[in-house]
């Protein structure tokens, strides 16, 4: 039985090493990676866009396969690597723009309210009933709430007299977002939230806007997104991703669909076929 990896002193046959990307969830990173691959044979590069890329500025030199010699040389990789890995990633960061930053400004107005931003002051204690002669201490004795959190809270607010923020909305939790969501400036009452009582008050709400950092979050999860659907479909697909059997005594290969069930009956050398349909249309799925 043939190896096909040696890592240290282990050494893997095709079938071992199936059966570890397998185990430690590698195979569904490899399939995606394939999608990937077929979805980048789209994707051009110029040389002004990879002159730029490996430090050089915008304007590529007359003689650009020496510029790329000398990269290669003082970076110490091959020609393959610089391929392979640099421009690869490049050109991931391509088919990004190109196939979702017009996307972002619609999934932006969608899913606005995620990106709303606010500080606040908050207490945290794990004794209901403290919470609650807090909470009257500061709606009718006019307690400063920043005085109470430095000597009451138990969360790390204690250190800022209980000063929060700035912070996503969508980084609270959902109670906290209702609360906050009518942008009333009052003390709220105490609020459960894993266990401790939360008793917190609006002081600033930013709404949220359309920044570029905003805009490369998006794209980035609507990137993220689409790999992890389509990996997805062709990891459920039998007829797409195989295990690929060879008997000892046949030169002709035999399939079987690659369940997690196959693991407990494979018994041969076996390597995984790259998907049979590698046609998968970024158009389509992206509109």
């Known amino acids: 039985m043939a190896a096909c990896l040696k890592i240290g002193n282990l050494v893997f046959t095709c079938e071992q090493l199936i059966a570890a990307m397998a185990r430690y969830r ?12 077929s979805a980048l044979s789209s994707i051009s590069l110029t ?5 730029q890329r490996l430090g050089g500025g915008s304007q590529p030199p ?35 723009l190109n196939y979702f930053d017009a996307q972002a400004e619609s999934e932006f107005l969608r899913r606005k309210s995620e990106f709303d931003q606010v500080e606040f002051l908050r207490i945290q204690t794990s004794n209901r009933v403290l919470a609650q002669e807090l909470y009257f201490q500061i709606r009718d004795d006019s307690v400063e709430m920043s005085q109470l ?91 797409v991703v195989q295990v690929i059997q060879t008997s000892e005594n046949s030169d002709r290969p035999s399939s079987t669909p690659l369940f ?24 389509k799925e992206c509109a």
Not at 26 to 37: A, C, K, P
Not at 199 to 222: N, S
């Open 62 to 96: 007359l003689d650009f396969s020496e510029f790329i010699s000398s990269w290669l040389q003082q970076n110490q990789v091959t020609l393959v690597y610089l391929q392979q890995v640099v421009l690869r990633d490049l050109r991931i960061e391509k088919l990004k």
């Open 149 to 239: 959190a430095q000597q009451y809270s138990e969360g790390s607010e204690r250190h800022t007299n209980g000063w929060v923020g700035s912070m996503k909305m969508s980084d609270l939790p959902m109670p906290i977002q209702t609360v906050f969501a009518t942008r009333s400036r009052k003390v709220q009452r105490p609020i459960e939230i894993d266990g401790k009582f939360w008793i917190v008050q609006l002081e600033q709400f930013y709404p949220a806007q359309l920044t570029h950092q905003v805009r490369t979050d998006l794209r980035e999860q609507m990137y993220t997104r689409w790999v992890k659907s389509k990996t997805k479909a062709v990891m459920n697909d039998p007829d």
């Open 26 to 37: 590698l195979l569904e990173q490899l399939v995606g990676e394939v999608i990937l691959d």
């Open 47 to 51: 040389e002004e866009e990879v002159f």
């Open 260 to 283: 997690p069930r196959w693991l407990k009956s494979l018994d041969r050398s076996s390597t995984v076929e790259r998907p049979a349909d590698s046609s998968f249309s970024l158009e």
